[in-house]
T-cell receptor, first 114, second 113 residues
Framework: DVKVTQSSRYLVKRTGEKVFLECVQD?????MFWYRQDPGLGLRLIYF???????EKGDIPEGYSVSREKKERFSLILESASTNQTSMYLC?????????????FGAGTRLSVL | GNSVTQMEGPVTLSEEAFLTINCTYT??????LFWYVQYPGEGLQLLLK?????DKGSNKGFEATYRKETTSFHLEKGSVQVSDSAVYFC????????????FGAGTTVTVRA
């Protein structure tokens, strides 16, 4: 089975802190994604990466950055956390693209910024 | 651009009732269509998919048919169980080779015993 592991299930941080969310996949997938999930808004793509050291902005990249130094690991960074970044963050990975783009998700990290 | 519209929830049903969740989409060309399910406290997992017009995806008693003429991919189950309580997301991936999925807002379904 594909396994996507997010390092924390729950995080509480203070406004202005630098926050790292880590994600690791064990299936040698090329593509990795970070989403945030908010009630009524579904999933919104923050950043994605289709190769090591490559990254592309998604729909809502402002206030976030990412790092992909190794194929299996994709990190989301909040440079200076703000209260409007309180959300559920989901990491995903996929092998295919286009019509074969099945994404596999981690369990999520619920981040609260106080 | 691509977009997915789902019926708003929440939806509350009794066990053994019939479930339909409507999903319509806007996309150029011939996208692939997916239903993902999120059980409480978990991430999303693929429920079923269809890659071309008139294809029917099915899994765990759920079905959805890719209708290009109505740009729809409605999810149905004939007899729901309490264990089907979850959030359901419709999504599409277009044919251009893009890596991204476009998701609907999600529909929360609660099944009562």
């Amino acid at each position: 089975d594909v396994k996507v592991t997010q390092s924390s299930r729950y995080l509480v941080k203070r406004t202005g802190e630098k926050v790292f969310l880590e994600c690791v996949q064990d299936m040698d997938h090329e593509n990795m994604f970070w989403y945030r999930q908010d009630p009524g808004l579904g999933l919104r793509l923050i950043y994605f990466s289709y190769d090591v050291k490559m990254k592309e902005k998604g729909d809502i990249p402002e206030g976030y950055s990412v790092s992909r130094e190794k194929k299996e690991r994709f990190s989301l960074i909040l440079e200076s956390a703000s209260t409007n970044q309180t959300s559920m963050y989901l990491c995903a990975s996929s092998l295919g693209q286009g019509t074969d783009n099945i994404q596999y998700f981690g369990a999520g990290t619920r981040l609260s910024v106080l | 651009g691509n977009s997915v519209t789902q019926m708003e929830g929440p939806v509350t049903l009794s066990e053994e009732a019939f479930l339909t969740i409507n999903c319509t989409y806007t996309a150029t060309g011939y996208p692939s269509l997916f239903w993902y399910v999120q059980y409480p406290g978990e991430g999303l997992q693929l429920l079923l998919k269809a890659t071309k017009a008139d294809d029917k995806g099915s899994n765990k008693g759920f079905e959805a048919t890719y209708r290009k003429e109505t740009t729809s991919f409605h999810l149905e189950k004939g007899s729901v169980q309490v264990s089907d309580s979850a959030v359901y997301f419709c999504a599409l991936s277009d044919e251009t080779g893009d890596y991204k999925l476009s998701f609907g807002a999600g529909t929360t379904v609660t099944v009562r015993a």
